[in-house]
């Protein structure tokens, strides 16, 4: 009957830390860019946009 014993608070707290770190981990891939790394996938984005824009064609211009 003395098999492991666990602090279940202690087991809680290690648990909510590793979510926390994780949390910590995918805010800093998503908030810790550059100004300019930021503008660069802005405008990467745009550039995408307009040519899916351009290459679709216009209803109206039927021959």
Do not use: Q, Y
């Amino acid at each position: 009957m003395a098999g492991d014993v666990i602090n279940l608070n202690k087991a809680r707290k290690a648990r909510d830390k590793a979510a926390h770190k994780a949390k910590a981990v995918e805010n800093r891939a998503g908030f810790g860019r550059t100004r300019g790394e930021k503008a660069a996938d802005l405008s990467i984005t745009e550039k995408l946009k307009r040519a899916l824009d351009d290459a679709k064609r216009d209803p109206d211009r039927s021959s």
